[in-house]
């Protein structure tokens, strides 16, 4: 069974940068859309970032100009770089992709287990 595994997140300063990474657990045809969500404590969970089958990304008013999603399809790892951050980024960060595994002859959406991103001094 394919699981998507993040990694890096972790404790930060204000202003300072993290790389979130979400990779695919085996071997899989491609990784298609991907999408980066958040979910601070009593909060509802609120979409960050989109990148498309094609490469074409959206981001929310929040987020935009710090922090940068991209796809690596050799890898089959998405990636978050969250730049200049604030205290109101800390939460829960979840990645969500849509993949083409090597046994069926279509996608599946998949979710990450979520990393812990706190922004604090």
């Known amino acids: 069974q394919v699981q998507l595994v993040e990694s890096g997140g972790g404790l930060v300063q204000p202003g300072g940068s993290l790389r979130l990474s979400c990779a695919a657990s085996t071997s899989i045809r491609s990784m298609n859309a991907v999408r980066w969500y958040r979910q601070a404590p009593g909060k509802e969970r609120e979409l960050v970032a989109t990148?498309?089958?094609?490469?074409?990304?959206n981001y929310a008013d929040s987020v935009k100009g710090r922090f940068t999603i991209s796809r690596d399809n050799a890898k089959n790892t998405a990636y978050l770089q969250m730049n200049n951050l604030k205290p109101e980024d800390t939460a829960v960060y979840y990645c969500?992709?849509?993949?083409?595994?090597?046994?069926?002859?279509?996608?599946?959406?998949?979710w990450g287990q979520g990393t812990q991103v706190t922004v604090s001094s």
């Open positions: 969500n992709a849509d993949l083409l595994l090597l046994a069926s002859p279509y996608g599946h959406n998949f």
């Open positions: 990148m498309s089958t094609s490469g074409n990304t």
